[in-house]
Each structure stands twice: as C-alpha cells, then as structure tokens.
C-alpha cells in the first residue's frame, strides 16, 4: 500500500525554459480541482502564508481569464492572465504574469491524476520564454511560495 | 533608404522549442494592427488560400478568447485559444491550439515595430512545449499558411 508523498518536488530542466513541479494530496481529484477552479478556495491556499489575496476577476472556462492582488506588508502584487483550457479533474492551461513584468509570459499546465483510495497527484507545467526568464523565476523564491501555498492547500482539503 | 521586405522569414531555434516569424508591410502599424484583431478583418488574410474562415468568437482584448473554423475541401479544422493580453498597436500574447490535438498548446506573442514612412514589422515568437511538438508543427506545413496568409494581408492592406 502506498503512501502519499505530501514533499512538492520542483523540477527546471537544464535544457528546456520549463519548470515542472509534481505534488500529491489526501483528498479526491474532485475536491482537489475544484480548490483550482473556485475563487473562494483559491483565495484561501494560493501563494505564501504571509500574502493576503483579493481576487478581481477569476472564471476558470475555457476562454476564460482572472486577474488578483497579493498583499504582503511591503506592498501588493497583480498577478493576470487567461484560461485557454479549463478540462474539469482533469487539465488546466493558462498563462501568467506579473503585471510588474508584463512582458515575461509563462504557459501553464496543471494535470490532475487520480491515484485512488481518495488520492490526488497534481502536475504543472511552466513554459518560459528562455532558460534565462526561467532562471530569473526560480531565482525569486517561487519554491516558497508553491510549498507554503500547497500545505495551506493540504489544511484546506482536510477541513 | 530603405526598401520593405516582403519576404516571411521563419526560424526554428535548434537549441529552444521556439519558432520565430519576422515580416514587414507597406501599411501603417495601426492598419496592420486592426487587421489582426478586428475579426471582419482577421478572416479576409488568416492562413494558407484555400481555406474558408468562419470566427465563432474573436475578442481581441485582455483576458479575451477566440474559436474560429478553417475549411477547405477535405475538411474543418476548429481552432482556439485565449489572449492573454492585447495593447493596442504593440504587442499580442495568446494561446493556440488545434481541436484534433487539445494537449498541444503554443504561446505565441507577437509585436508590432512602426518603421516609419507607413511600414510596419511584425515578430511573432511561438513556444512550444518541447523541441518535438515544435518540430512536429513546422513539418505539418505551417510555413505555407503563413506566408500565403501575410500574402492576402498586403492584399487587404493596399485595398
């Protein structure tokens, strides 16, 4: 019988402009798509523990886009893109930026798998525009903020 | 001075999943600018000549989506995607994929370069999630859409 492997593992190939990061949950595909796709859940997981988060727009369809503050006491962050493919339990596509940096892009692809006895793996996919964009990503702390933001999910799916 | 060169250049990195499309046009950049994001606009030029383009959504703006059907005497081809972001007379960020293979997504931006004396140059640059999937669009005749489809749109612009 296996366990689940609650460790987020991050992965940037050395030789792709991509970040893969693998994650597995105690909690059905369901619920664990439906805290993606729900502004009211996503509020309450995504990103690190120390950030508030105000969403303005969020209609995760295909076609669809979102747009959201982060707020932390030295200041807030806008966060936007579009939802090219919302496939329910099983696949999410968009993009992403930093209005910050509007010019650096990244595609994402989340997959959800269903491991059984109520056990979800999730998936994602970052595509950047260049190893160097790739680097600059990694190189801001983002593996805090997907740990953190992933544990905050982890007591969300147990309420 | 300078001549406008009408010829399509199209690069495929061999070290990144990139496909890069350079073009220049003897119109204004708020002309060729329109002709991508008015969709009475975008059917009259949109890909290879033999095709028939019917738009069933086309909104050019931030957070905007489209779907359009491509026909041609063997059959239809239904694509989509969303934009992430549209500024007007800059610059274009959307996704792009083809119904009969929903798993392959491009993240494609594309900026417009006013050149002065009414000529303008467009860069595309399409990511791809791996040098395969790249590959494997360039050898499903791409290049011949595009050229012919920048073809139809001098034709549109000189009108």
Chains 1, 2 share one sequence.
Do not use: C
Not at 22 to 32: G, M, T
Not at 34 to 60: S, Y
Not at 64 to 73: I, K
């Amino acid at each position: 019988m296996s366990t689940t492997t609650r460790e987020t593992t991050i992965t940037a190939d050395p030789a792709a402009p991509t970040v893969r990061i693998a994650r597995e949950f105690d909690a059905p595909v369901a619920n664990v798509f439906r805290a993606h796709v729900d502004p009211d859940l996503v509020k309450r997981w995504l990103g690190p523990r120390n950030l508030t988060m105000e969403i303005h727009r969020f209609d995760a369809e295909t076609g669809g886009a979102y747009r959201y503050t982060h707020r932390d006491d030295d200041g807030e962050y806008v966060f936007y893109g579009s939802f090219h493919e919302v496939r329910p339990t099983e696949r999410i596509v968009q993009t992403f930026s930093y209005e910050g940096f509007p010019d650096s892009v990244t595609l994402e692809t989340m997959t959800f798998t269903d491991l059984g006895d109520g056990r979800t793996r999730i998936e994602g996919l970052s595509l950047f525009e260049s190893i160097e964009a790739r680097d600059a990503m990694v190189a801001s702390g983002m593996e805090v903020g997907v740990r953190e933001g992933y544990e905050q999910l982890d007591e969300l799916l147990a309420e």
